[in-house]
């Protein structure tokens, strides 16, 4: 069975601070993705990033990093120079892949909920 | 230009009552799901489903059931509603890449079910 695990429920800094949320998963697959979303208060799910079992490069875009390591089954993501904007519940993801090669629906984490103070 | 699209976005409704909700994707993809986002925003993956094959989470009620006429569209239906039933649903789908990998699921923009 697969298992993702945000420890960090909610988390709140002031504006430009840098912030890591956690996220650990566990699975038996040997090929597997991981996914990052942002719900911002309106409601949506907005993708951030994906990240293959086998691809262990960490990723940067803009203020947003992600660090993948297998070693410690943890796909971590930071915001650097926190905004107000960003304000969101963000969840950490995992899938597999069927037998029959059909994609696996997601396992969510619990979401962490991040607020940026002005 | 809507991605994957859902109807309606609001659906309050009686205890006992029969409702659907739509799920319509304009990006071509080979996959759809729904997922249900309760009170406390925990998501969970109800079904997936490709023109081949259904999946169906086991803690799914047999009251809730997809339809899909084409690829584009899968719908969800439910039948006596229950209290419990009330949450967020999502619809997303995704298409599998050259090499076999799929891409990112896309969500559709939810559906606020509320059961009185």
């Known amino acids: 069975a697969q298992k993702v695990t945000q420890a960090q429920t909610e988390i709140s800094v002031v504006e430009k601070e840098d912030v890591t949320l956690d996220c650990v998963y566990e699975?038996?697959?040997?090929?597997?993705?991981l996914f990052w979303y942002k719900q911002p208060p309106s409601g949506e799910l907005v993708f951030l990033i994906r990240?293959?079992?086998?691809?262990?490069q960490n990723e940067i875009s803009g203020r947003y990093s992600w660090n993948f390591q297998k070693s410690t089954s943890s796909f971590n993501f930071t915001i650097t120079a926190s905004q107000v904007v960003d304000s969101a519940v963000y969840f950490c993801?995992?899938?597999?892949?069927?037998?029959?090669?059909?994609?696996?629906?997601?396992?969510f984490g619990k979401g962490t909920h991040l607020i940026i103070q002005p | 230009d809507t991605a994957v699209s859902q109807t309606p976005k609001y659906l309050v409704t009686q205890m006992g009552n029969d409702k659907s909700i739509k799920c319509e994707q304009n990006?071509?993809?080979?996959?759809m799901y729904w997922y249900k986002q309760d009170s406390k925003k925990f998501l969970k993956i109800m079904f997936s489903?490709?023109?081949?094959?259904?999946?169906i989470n086991e803690t799914v009620p047999n009251r809730f059931s997809p339809k899909s006429p084409d690829k584009a569209h899968l719908n969800l239906h439910i039948n006596s509603l229950e209290l419990g039933d009330s949450a967020v649903y999502f619809c997303?789908?995704?298409?599998?890449?050259?090499?076999?990998?799929?891409?990112?699921?896309?969500f559709g923009p939810g559906t606020r079910l509320t059961v009185l």
């Open positions: 990240r293959n079992s086998f691809d262990e």
């Open positions: 993801a995992l899938s597999g892949v069927y037998s029959g090669g059909g994609a696996d629906g997601l396992t």
């Open positions: 990006l071509g993809h080979d996959t």
């Open positions: 699975t038996r697959d040997t090929t597997y993705y």
């Open positions: 489903y490709n023109n081949k094959e259904l999946i």
């Open positions: 997303a789908s995704s298409s599998r890449l050259a090499g076999g990998a799929y891409n990112e699921q896309f």
